[in-house]
């Protein structure tokens, strides 16, 4: 079965910074796009960022500028650079990966927790 596995989350001062990875692991499948949903408690879950095969990237307003998204190809994984994070950053940061023929793939989630 294909899965995600994601790593780098934790608890970080604000101002800080952590780096996010996740990388596809089993069937073979041709990759669409990769990136990042976040989902806090109580609240829905929106999109961080993403990168698609042909690499353009997209943001959510509220990250642009301090999170950078890139990709490994060779490897399958993406990973998250979160600058300056803010406690607004903090939620369950979940990764996707939109496959052909198979849709939507997640990977498990990991916390991230920013103190002010």
């Known amino acids: 079965q294909v899965r995600l596995v994601e790593s780098g989350g934790g608890s970080v001062q604000a101002g800080g910074s952590l780096r996010l990875s996740c990388a596809a692991s089993g069937s073979i499948f041709s990759i669409k796009a990769m990136g990042w949903y976040r989902q806090a408690p109580g609240k829905q879950r929106d999109s961080v960022a993403d990168?698609?095969?042909?690499?353009?990237?997209a943001y959510a307003d509220s990250v642009k500028g301090r999170f950078t998204i890139s990709r490994d190809s060779a490897s399958d994984t993406v990973y998250l650079q979160m600058n300056s994070l803010k406690p607004e950053d903090s939620a369950v940061y979940y990764c996707?990966?939109?496959?052909?023929?198979?849709?939507?793939?997640w990977g498990q989630g990991t916390q991230v927790t920013v103190s002010s």
């Open positions: 996707f990966c939109n496959t052909d023929p198979w849709g939507t793939i």
């Open positions: 990168i698609t095969r042909s690499g353009a990237t």
